[in-house]
């Protein structure tokens, strides 16, 4: 996260899918996720970064550092369990294009930057399809997409083809590709857009970014327990997240009951 970038050297705007998802549920949990940077990479998160490594590279392409850096001290027989895996789902979706993609793409008021991690022919329940392709890997996939219900959940799956298709003219579908990699179970889901979302979502971007209002949206849902059972994790660094997840009190004894 500290690589990237949120604003260019004139101020303008750059957004990116997962920290712009953060504005949706409350413009000043965005404002805080381009100012402060609270990622700490846990080992499911260093696993599934190496099974996309060994799904997307050719192993004599690896990039040795980063490669050797997030195996770490990893055992072999657990590094052979994610090569094992990786290629599972390589001879389930038999990728062929693109790994990788660097998109940026600006549209005026505002720039959208990320990387595709495929684009190019897959199979997609047993057809073969272009698209642009992202790799999700998870210990429980009913838990992980049960939650996902909204718009901004899936604003990957309309950023990515919006900048492809400002970028080529090509109108791709996004398909996730997901691996519980667990109970070894595979998942697709397809979102399909048109030029239509894209000029609605740039309309929407164009205001965002026009605007720049970071309003704090504080509520129960949003600060103290939200759909991932957790409090916002930059409640510390909100005011009136804090004062609603910690509020002073003054209490009359005499008022308590047993």
């Not at 001879?91 to 660097?102: E, H, K, L, N, R």
């Not at 992980?144 to 492809?164: C, G, H, I, N, R």
Request: hydrophobic share 35%; charged share 30%.
């Amino acid at each position: 996260m500290s690589d990237r970038r949120y604003q260019d050297e004139n101020g303008k705007l750059i957004f990116h899918a997962s920290n712009l998802q953060n504005y949706f549920e409350c413009p000043k949990k965005y404002e805080l996720s381009t100012k402060i940077d609270l990622f700490e990479m846990t080992d499911a998160q260093r696993d599934g970064l190496l099974y996309e490594m060994y799904l997307f590279f050719n192993l004599e392409k690896y990039d040795d550092v980063m490669v050797k850096k997030l195996e770490g001290r990893k055992k072999s027989d657990t590094l052979d369990e994610i090569r094992a895996k990786a290629q599972s789902m390589s001879d389930y979706a038999q990728f062929d294009g693109q790994s990788f993609v660097p998109l940026s793409v600006d549209f005026g008021s505002f720039i959208i930057e990320g990387e595709a991690d495929f684009i190019g022919n897959c199979q997609y329940r047993g057809k073969t399809i272009r698209c642009i392709a992202d790799a999700k890997t998870t210990s429980d996939v009913y838990k992980l997409w049960l939650s996902k219900k909204t718009a901004y959940d899936y604003l990957q799956s309309v950023l990515y083809p919006m900048a492809w298709w400002k970028m080529t003219g090509e109108v791709l579908p996004f398909v996730y590709y997901i691996h519980d990699l667990k109970q070894d179970i595979k998942k697709t889901v397809l979102v399909k857009t048109t030029e239509q979302d894209f000029i609605d979502m740039e309309k929407r971007l164009t205001a965002i970014a026009t605007e720049k209002s970071w309003e704090a949206k504080s509520c129960y849902e949003n600060c103290i327990y939200n759909r991932y059972r957790t409090s916002c994790k930059y409640i510390a660094y909100c005011q009136q997240g804090a004062e609603l997840y910690a509020p002073d009190e003054e209490i009359t004894y005499g008022s308590l009951i047993f």
